[in-house]
Structures are given as structure tokens and as C-alpha cells.
């Protein structure tokens, strides 16, 4: 491998490995606070996605449509929190799976309803369209350097809001204090919302995000949220420290092995094994630690 | 000289900065009620959880009938002959009173790997299971699903569960929790039955209780043992009586 | 004396089932079949779940692997379903063992992942299958022979489904009321309390989880010779998802409630699929809406009628009560 196809790929890996915490921090937070599992997060991604789509052809700009589609996406969790998550509640693991498993269905079959089975492509935005030089003799997509930004801007506003603001304190506290909260005064159900809807705003940025990488179609969201388990239980369960660690180690160790595994098992069994790689990786880091590297949560 | 069944040498577990056990040493010996007493927040639930196996000692080792336990999973434990209690009632709940015991009773075979048995006609289970209701007295409720009996009844079966597996050494969390007057009578009578037959390490806050009870009592204060001996001793030892001021000895688990 | 009320719905059912070829639609016949064969698999489901306590969103790993192993080995050359499908089981226990072994230590929502991640990652295996079709899947040419006798009639082919379905029913009923069935059980209440009488969680929820997936194995061994077609698609975590719902539907902790569950599950998907292609637009929200409005599942309220009309006689040592 040389050095140019090295960086390049370090690159991609840290930007899918960027896109999968957006996601990760979604599912830990909720988890994490809430005690619930949401399997509808992929369609959260994908809702955003079409979101995109659908706003670029309404308003013919991009930059118009991203603010909108992410408010979309914020929307439709807020909704999706409200009806169906908030009564769960308390309610087994069973329930809750089955329950956003029955979502998933939902969304999956409602984008077909509206945008056909077809998938749809969205064009890369002009300012951000071509390659710059990165290294000497490293070319990089510029959209691709830009969507790191954008997640790592995304990380550092998670940061200030969850150490240096009164909903992160609460978000804080609210994991592990739940009746202090509550008798503080603070509506606990507004609080499950919030952070719901901020789970719910970064999946569908990561959606859009990923638009004009991938294709934007139906079930596009599922896999991602099954690696983005992946990632979780390798970086540990409840810890958002955890999750960035495990979307990084996912997302290079992902990016790596899709290249250099058919180099080094040749291409038809180095196809085959690409895809296991991943769950692979998560075995082994069961076999050693059974919380996964950083967990806060042990139960 | 009794010899010692559990041996506890050097013990310490911390929690990040919080060091819940400070090098502890106690000795239970042979056919002895041993109290270990202290203020909640001592450390007494993590020595417990060390000794029981659910938790790893930093440093020091658990020696159990003279073998060290210390490596070894909690059911491996159990199954040397160190039964316990639990603090907060643990049972299935969703068995009958029989049902526990008998489980307990099946737990004393090598292993569970038979699959063809109903286990309600095995009489080797059924059998012996009744008859530790009837010693504990709940044999009129030996029908009754766990989940629907009162609290009291709940320790009475969690003892009987501890004695099905035919135990050498007893650890009771707080037996007398939750316990109302003539609950807790019934229930320190049970215990005085039992002890004498079996070696008892007692955790209790009940002082009438542990005063009744025990032949020697360990005192846990902020992670440290700061007094071990024989109890009237420690029920004298100004120390003691120091260590609990502001603590209401009268007060129940 | 007299037989019990639920021997009575039970050999009614029996009956039914028997009886509805009799329709002389084969339509039915192969509906029926794909009931019984979805109830096997959801039934492996409820060991984990109904009495093992294990949510698991990766058995369609195990049901897949049995139609694949059974798919391949009759490419291969071997037609007798008593060989090819006790070493179709054989194949689903394997990867249970290795998948179990790696996610037996996992509690509560890690485990859902982990057997969601697992599952994922045979469907993967099964896409990467380029002699076997891919993503695309395969056809097996002709349906396997039950000692000598061909498959192919769908009534016959109907019966030995049955037949196997009573016969797993059967044997798991005595398993959950067995030593090994209280251990699990027991584990399931409170495995803390389990080990501390003494014995070791781990092992029997392995086995447990061994046992679930030789019953889906089996299921996939039917599954692929009664369509004859064997594709990744059998490995979703969709289908997955089908199983944990029919479980649910028919009652979790009773056995024959998951086939009950299939029943349900199928004649909608098939009632609202004739009514639209955008079926699943309508059956993700009843989905959510039966497990937001509905306690109980179907199989849970028939015995709770049947023991309304009926003198309760003294309460068994684990009762096998509708434990969702």
C-alpha cells in the first residue's frame, strides 16, 4: 500500500468512522437516559436523507435545504418520541424492540409510498464539488473533508452542551437521578424529548450527509444502525467517550479492511470476508472484555 | 481450637478514589456466630460481594474450609458449602415456595443437564424441599407462587433455600429487614435453632439481635475492622460505642 | 376422568390442522405449511424468550443456516431428509455454539445487539455465497425424501411438517418442565439467586441457546424445501424481527402460543398484502399498536378463559404462565 492510498484511506476512515457517532450518539444518549432501545434510529438517517432530496427539488439549493430537512428530521423524532417511545417507558426490552422494529417497517415502506422504490441521488453542492491537495501528492474530496468538519463541529457542540449547559447537567444528572430531577421541577418528559430530538437532528444530518456519498433509498438506514451497535458494543454501552472510540475503531478498521482484505485473501473470498470483518472485530473485543472498552454501564 | 471455615486476609477494594475496604482480616470460625456490624456506607455490602464472589478484591485473598476461594466464580462457592442470604429478598419469583426450594435442593446434584423429567414428580427434589417448609414453618404456603407472598414470608424462604443446599457456613444480610415485631421474633428464633449447626457470619444493625446472637462481632467503620472479639467485649468497647455515636443502635436494617 | 379442557383445545386444534387439506385448496396445504414451519422457528424464539428471559433479534441466523445447510447438501447429492436435515440442525447448532459462546456473557441490551449484530453478520456470509447465487439466492431442484419417499406432494410434505411440529412441541414442553427447564427459568427470575445457590448461569444459558437453535434449524431445513428456494433474505434481521413478533402475538412462555402467533402474523400479511403492495405501511403501526394497547397475546387469553370456567388445581412449582 502506498503512502498516498494510506492517508487517503485513514481519511475516509475517520470520516465513516465520524458519520457512525453521529449516529452512536443518538442510541447511547437514549439508552443511556432513557433506558430504551430505538431500533427506528436507522430510519431517522434515512428520513433525513430523503429529507434532503426532497428540499434541494423544493427549494433548488442546498444550502437552503439542509437547515430545513434537518428541522424535518427533528420534527418526525420529536413525533416519533411522543406517540410511540414515551409509552414504552418502563416497559420491557421485548416491547420496546418489537415496538420501534414495527417502526421501522413504517418508514421503510412510507418513503416507497412517496418517493418510489428508485433510488434517488443528490448531487455533491458546487462549492464543495472537486479535490484539493492534502498532502504532497495526496488528492482529497473536498466534500468529504467538509463532512468531517461538519461532524466535528456536530462533537464539539455535544461537548459544550452536555459539560457547560443546564440541559446537559440535566442530561446528566437525569441518567442517574431521575426522581432529583423531577423533583427539581424540571418537566422530565420535555427533557426525554430534547434529547431524543437531539439524537434524532444528528441521525438525520449523518443521513444527509451520507446522501450524495451513497444513494438515498429505502432500508438505507438499517445496516448503519446495526454497525452503529457494533460500535457501541465495542466501545462500551452508555458512555458517549465510548461511543466516539468505537464509530473511530469501526469506521477506519471497516475502511482498511474493504481494501487491503482482498489484497491479502484474494478477491472472491476477500469480497466474502469484508463484510464479516466488522462483526469479526466486535467478537474479539467480547472475548476480552464484555462491556466493551469504555462502558459506563454495566447491568 | 475451632478452626477457621472462612477466612477473610487483607482484603481491599476500592471504587476509584473511594476505598470502600481497607485491608480487612476477620476469621469466622467453626460452628461460631460471628456479627460483623457498622454504619451503613462501612463497607460492609462490598466485603460481602467479596466474599460471595460477585466482586474481585484488589488485594488480599478469601480462604473458605481452608482453600482459597478467591479465584472462583460465586456458584463455584456455593457449591463448596457457602450459602447466603440476601439483603434485599431474592427468589424466583415466579415459583412456588416449593418450587424455590426444590430448586435449591436440584442444586446440590453435579448439574441441571437432564431434560426429559417433570421436576414435580421427582421425589428426591419434592421431598427434601417440603421438609425445609416444614422447619421454617411455611410448609402451608409450599403451593403458593412466590410473587404473591408477603415480605416476611419471602426471608423465611430465602433461608430455606440457603439450608436446602446443605451449606457448612451461613452469610445472613440483614436477615431482620423489613421484618415487623413478631415476624422478627419468629425469625431470631429460627436463627437460634440454626446457630450451633452451622457457622454463621451475621450482618446486622438490629444490636438486640447481634447481641443475642453472636459469640464474637467484628466492627466495619469507614472500610476498617477497629474492633473484633468476643461480644460483650466489643458491647463495652468505648471505641465502638464512639464509632456509633449519632447512629440509632436500635435502629432495624 | 375426564380430560382437561385445554387436552380438549388441544386435540381440537390438532384436529383443525389435520384436517385442512381436506379443503382440497392446495392453497391452504402450503399456507398451512408455512405457518407450521414460521411457528417452529418463533417457537425456538419463545425457549430463548418466553422461558430463557433472552430477547434475541438474530435467530433468523439459525433458521437460515438450516435452509441453507439443507439447499447445499441436497446440491450436493444427498436427498434423504433424515440425513440432510439432522445435519442441517447440526449446522444451526454450530453457529449457535460459537455465537452463543460470544453472547451468552451479555445482559439485557447488549445482548439484543450482539445477537442483532451477530445475525446481521451470517446474512453477510450468505450475500457473500457467489456459488450458491449471492445475494440472489438458489433453487433447489427437487424437494428431499422422507425415508424413501419424495416430497414433493404437498399434502405429504404438509403432514411431516405437522408431524414435526408435535413432535418439537412435544419434546420442548418436557424440556421447560425439566431440572434443565427450571435452571433456565430460574435464571430468567434471578440469576444472581442462581449462582448463589450454586449453580453456574453460563452453561445452561448456552445450551438453552443451542437447543433454540437446532429447533430453527430444523424450521430452516423445512423451510427451504417447501419453497424449494433458499436466499440471504431467510437471514434478515427482519425476519428476526417476524419471529420475536409472532412470539408476542401468540404469548411469550407457552410454547404453542408463537404458532399460534404465526398463524396471525401471516394470514394479515397475506389479508393486507392481496389489499396493497405498500402492505407494510399498515402492519408496522398495528405492530406498535399491539404492543402499546395489547397486554396479552392470543394463546395467553384462551387459557385465562379456560381457567375462568374451571376449578384451579393446586398451583404447580413454576407455573407456565404468559411471562412477556
Known amino acids: ?142 466534500y468529504r473533508l467538509a463532512i468531517t468538519g461538519a461532524a466535528l463541529v ?146 | 481450637m475451632s478452626e477457621a471455615v472462612l477466612e477473610i486476609r487483607g482484603v481491599s477494594k476500592s471504587f476509584g478514589a473511594l476505598r470502600a475496604c481497607d485491608d480487612i482480616s476477620l476469621e469466622v470460625r467453626r460452628g ?17 460481594g467479596q466474599i460471595t464472589g460477585e466482586l474481585a478484591p484488589d488485594q488480599g485473598s478469601i480462604h473458605f474450609e481452608g482453600r482459597d476461594i478467591t479465584p472462583l466464580a460465586t456458584a463455584a462457592r456455593a457449591r463448596l458449602g457457602l450459602a447466603r442470604s440476601f439483603q434485599i429478598t431474592s427468589i424466583f419469583r415466579s415459583f412456588t415456595a416449593q418450587g424455590n426450594v426444590a430448586l435449591a435442593v436440584q442444586a446440590t446434584e453435579p448439574h441441571s443437564f437432564r431434560f426429559w423429567h417433570d421436576v414435580r414428580r421427582i421425589g428426591r427434589l419434592q421431598n427434601p424441599a417440603r421438609r425445609r417448609l416444614e422447619e421454617i414453618g411455611l410448609a402451608a404456603r409450599a403451593g403458593t407462587v412466590a410473587a404473591g407472598m408477603a415480605h416476611g414470608e419471602h426471608r423465611q424462604l430465602e433461608l430455606a433455600m440457603a439450608l436446602a443446599t446443605e451449606p457448612t457456613m451461613l452469610l445472613l444480610d440483614e436477615p431482620m429487614a423489613g421484618l415487623g415485631s413478631e415476624e422478627s421474633q419468629a425469625m431470631l428464633a429460627l436463627l437460634g435453632r440454626l446457630k450451633g449447626q452451622y457457622s454463621i457470619l451475621l450482618i446486622e444493625h438490629d444490636m438486640d439481635v447481634v447481641f443475642s446472637l453472636a459469640d464474637r462481632v467484628s466492627v466495619l467503620v469507614q472500610g476498617r475492622v477497629i474492633a473484633s472479639g468476643a461480644a460483650e467485649a466489643i458491647r463495652n468497647d468505648p471505641q465502638v460505642r464512639v464509632a456509633y455515636l449519632g447512629e440509632d443502635d436500635d435502629a432495624e436494617g | 376422568m375426564g380430560l382437561s379442557r385445554r387436552t380438549i383445545v388441544h386435540l381440537v386444534l390438532l384436529a383443525a390442522a389435520l384436517a385442512v387439506p381436506l379443503s382440497n385448496d392446495i392453497y391452504y396445504t402450503r399456507f398451512a405449511t408455512q405457518i407450521a414451519i414460521y411457528g417452529m422457528a418463533a417457537m425456538s424464539c419463545d425457549l430463548l424468550l418466553g422461558y430463557g428471559g433472552m430477547v434475541t433479534f438474530g435467530q433468523a441466523a439459525f433458521f437460515g443456516v438450516g435452509a ?51 445475525g446481521q453478520m451470517t446474512y453477510y456470509i450468505a450475500q457473500a455465497l457467489r456459488d450458491y447465487g449471492g445475494d440472489n439466492g438458489f433453487t433447489m431442484p427437487r424437494r428431499n425424501t422422507f425415508a424413501g419417499v419424495t416430497l414433493a406432494n404437498h399434502v405429504l410434505f404438509y403432514y411431516v411438517t405437522l408431524a414435526l411440529l408435535v413432535i418439537v412441541l412435544f419434546l420442548c414442553s418436557r424440556l421447560v418442565r425439566s431440572e434443565f427447564g427450571m435452571v433456565i427459568r430460574g435464571r430468567r427470575d434471578n440469576e444472581r439467586r442462581l449462582a448463589a445457590i450454586g449453580i453456574p448461569p453460563y452453561r445452561y444459558k448456552l445450551a438453552l441457546f443451542v ?55 401471516l394470514v394479515f400479511q397475506q389479508v393486507l398484502s392481496d389489499y396493497t403492495d405498500h402492505w407494510m405501511i399498515f402492519f408496522g403501526p398495528l405492530l406498535v399498536a399491539r404492543v402499546m394497547f395489547v397486554k396479552e397475546g392470543v394463546w395467553g387469553m384462551i387459557l385465562a378463559a379456560l381457567r375462568a370456567h374451571e376449578p384451579t388445581p393446586a398451583p404447580l412449582p413454576a407455573e407456565e404462565g404468559a411471562a412477556e
Open chain 1, 154 to 299: 456536530c462533537g464539539a457542540i455535544l461537548y459544550v452542551v452536555i459539560v457547560h449547559t443546564r440541559l446537559g447537567a440535566l442530561i446528566r444528572a437525569g441518567s442517574d437521578k431521575r426522581e432529583m430531577v423531577e423533583a427539581l421541577g424540571v418537566n422530565i418528559g420535555l427533557l426525554y424529548t430534547a434529547v431524543f430530538a437531539l439524537g434524532a437532528a444528528f441521525a438525520g444530518f449523518a443521513g444527509m450527509l451520507t446522501g450524495p456519498l451513497l444513494s438515498v433509498e429505502t432500508g438505507m438506514g438499517d445496516p448503519i444502525l446495526i454497525l452503529t451497535l457494533v460500535c457501541i458494543v465495542i466501545g462500551g454501552t452508555g458512555s458517549i467517550r465510548g461511543a466516539l472510540a468505537g464509530s473511530l475503531i469501526v469506521g477506519v478498521f471497516d475502511t482498511f479492511s474493504r481494501v487491503m482484505l482482498p489484497q491479502i485473501v484474494g478477491l472472491t473470498a476477500g469480497t466474502a470476508v469484508v463484510g464479516m470483518a466488522d462483526y469479526v472485530l466486535m467478537a474479539l473485543v467480547l472475548i476480552f472484555s464484555r462491556t466493551g472498552l469504555f462502558a459506563a454501564y454495566r447491568g
Open chain 2, 32 to 48: 461460631e456466630v460471628h456479627a460483623l456490624i457498622g454504619p451503613n456506607g462501612a463497607g460492609k455490602t462490598t466485603l460481602i
Open chain 1, 1 to 142: 500500500m502506498t503512502a498516498a492510498l494510506f492517508v487517503e484511506q485513514l481519511f475516509n476512515g475517520v470520516q465513516f468512522g465520524l458519520m457512525l457517532f453521529l449516529m452512536a450518539v443518538g442510541v447511547t444518549l437514549v439508552f443511556g437516559i432513557m433506558r430504551v432501545i430505538n431500533l427506528a434510529h436507522g430510519s431517522l438517517f434515512m428520513v433525513g436523507g430523503y429529507l434532503l432530496v426532497a428540499c434541494v427539488q423544493a427549494t433548488g439549493s442546498y444550502w437552503v435545504a439542509v437547515p430545513v430537512a434537518i428541522t424535518g428530521v427533528v420534527v418526525v423524532g420529536a413525533a416519533m418520541e411522543v406517540l410511540v417511545l414515551r409509552p414504552l417507558y418502563g416497559r420491557g426490552h421485548l416491547d420496546q424492540v418489537l415496538a420501534t422494529f414495527g417502526l421501522t417497517m413504517f418508514f421503510n415502506e412510507a418513503v416507497v409510498v412517496i418517493w418510489g422504490r428508485l433510488p434517488l441521488n443528490v448531487a455533491i453542492p458546487a462549492a464543495l464539488d472537486g479535490s484539493i491537495q492534502i498532502f504532497p501528492g495526496v488528492h482529497y474530496p473536498v
Open chain 3, 211 to 265: 437447543i433454540a437453535g437446532a429447533v430453527a434449524g430444523l424450521g430452516g431445513a423445512l423451510m427451504a424445501n417447501h419453497a424449494r428456494f433458499v436466499s440471504p433474505a431467510l437471514l434478515s434481521f427482519q425476519v428476526s424481527g417476524q419471529f420475536l413478533a409472532m412470539v408476542i402475538l401468540g404469548s411469550a412462555g407457552t410454547l404453542i402460543g408463537p404458532v399460534f402467533g404465526a398463524a396471525i402474523y
Open chain 3, 68 to 118: 441453507y445447510a439443507t439447499g447445499m447438501l441436497t446440491l450436493a447429492g444427498f436427498h434423504d431428509a433424515l440425513i440432510v436435515w439432522p445435519l442441517a440442525m447440526l449446522a444451526a447448532m454450530g453457529f449457535a455454539l460459537v455465537i452463543g459462546a460470544l453472547s451468552i456473557r451479555a445482559q439485557g441490551f447488549q445482548f439484543i445487539m450482539v445477537t442483532l449484530a451477530f
